[in-house]
């Protein structure tokens, strides 16, 4: 390595520096491998295989916990005989986030101090006594409004769950890596929208009914700083200090929370309680958005690591929420590991069922 104190300084020039930065075109290429590996559920599966090989057997801990739950878990998730329930929406959160509203348009005659950062807040406390807000929503195609973002997949919101999580504050066990789930989700939303020929007329007709709000959804978000490239740092800075400043997009996409305590937590919620729709072009596939807030008794279960259940139940009788059920997330993802790959993964409602090869289990 070069001796740079030699050279009479300590570091090297930020041109050089940046020299050795992944470019846009280096990331997207990465991503759309990531993406390709994991592109139908027989392929995600493999990898779940993978790395469940590497992570071993459940420890006695989590099994003697799963037998503890059995009956709640038979009661939300139903059966591998009869098929996995689709009664719930989830929601991924986490304990701390910093505060402040990120999505905030910046004032240009503000100089930033680069070495102060909000205080964390106690967001999950703050769910459980106020509801989930309605927030802004920069992703929505055409909509600039305030909105709450459901799932009906457990493992895409375990996997927003899972960037509160610290490096050092994982669950004991898990059915693979939670950065293998978004790629597929991502993929798969635009495959069903532009890549299968059933759906390609309605898509086309859309578009183009659609096209002048998109157009200026894009105008004004570009112009507010809310660009493409600039929106997922923006959202990373709810758990990390450094989330705008990270370098390429998959080093992002797999970081965790830096917040000391902090944790990860998946919300169930009864999809008879609230008023949710997927009636949005590619985010709609496995994505919900409502409009209202969703209310603390509307929330049905809490899934956290075995190691905070007591921290969830203790807010939840400080809230008078004693009915809500605390399920082990360790039990509640060996318990659907026995249910198939394209059930866990399942696109939302009238959004159409995977295609699968004739003579292939997928």
């Not at 878990?73 to 591998?80: A, C, H, Q, R």
């Not at 009788?317 to 997330?329: F, H, R, Y």
Request: with cysteine; charged share 35%; hydrophobic share 30%.
């Amino acid at each position: 390595m070069r001796n740079f104190l030699e050279m009479g300084r300590t570091i090297p020039p930020i041109d050089e520096i940046e020299r050795h930065y992944p470019s846009p075109k280096e990331e997207m290429r990465k991503f759309k491998r990531r993406m390709w590996e994991v592109r139908t559920p027989g392929r995600l599966e493999q990898k779940v295989a993978r790395f469940l090989s590497e992570q071993g057997y459940p420890s006695a801990g989590v099994q003697k916990m799963l037998e503890l739950q059995r009956d709640k878990l038979v009661d939300f998730f139903g059966t591998p005989e009869e098929g996995l329930k689709h009664d719930y929406y989830f929601h991924g959160t986490g304990r701390l986030k910093y505060s402040g509203e990120k999505y905030e348009k910046k004032d240009d005659t503000e100089i930033p101090d680069e070495n102060k950062q909000d205080e964390p807040v106690e967001i999950l406390e703050s769910v459980l006594h106020d509801g989930l807000q309605p927030h802004k929503d920069i992703w929505h195609p055409t909509r600039d409004d305030d909105f709450v973002s459901l799932t009906e997949s457990y493992f895409y919101s375990k996997w927003y769950a899972s960037k509160y999580m610290t490096e050092s504050d994982q669950p004991q066990w898990q059915l693979g890596d939670p950065n293998n789930y978004f790629p597929f989700f991502v993929y798969d939303s635009i495959k069903r929208e532009f890549g299968e020929a059933g759906n390609l007329l309605d898509t086309a007709r859309r578009v183009k009914k659609e096209k002048k709000q998109m157009m200026e959804m894009k105008r004004k978000r570009d112009a507010e700083g809310f660009d493409r490239s600039e929106r997922f740092q923006k959202w990373l800075t709810s758990f990390t200090a450094q989330g705008s400043e990270q370098k390429g997009f998959n080093a992002q996409l797999d970081m965790k929370s830096e917040i000391e305590g902090n944790w990860g937590a998946v919300l169930c919620i009864n999809k008879t309680d609230v008023t949710a729709d997927s009636d949005m072009l590619v985010l709609g596939v496995h994505e919900a958005r409502g409009e209202d807030v969703v209310k603390p008794e509307d929330i049905k279960a809490i899934i956290v690591p075995i190691k905070h259940m007591q921290d969830v139940q203790a807010m939840l009788e400080k809230n008078g929420l004693g009915d809500v059920q605390v399920l082990a997330m360790e039990a509640v993802e060996v318990y659907l590991g026995q249910f198939r790959m394209e059930d866990l993964v399942r696109r939302s409602e009238g959004k159409g069922e995977f295609k699968v090869k004739k003579g292939s289990q997928w």
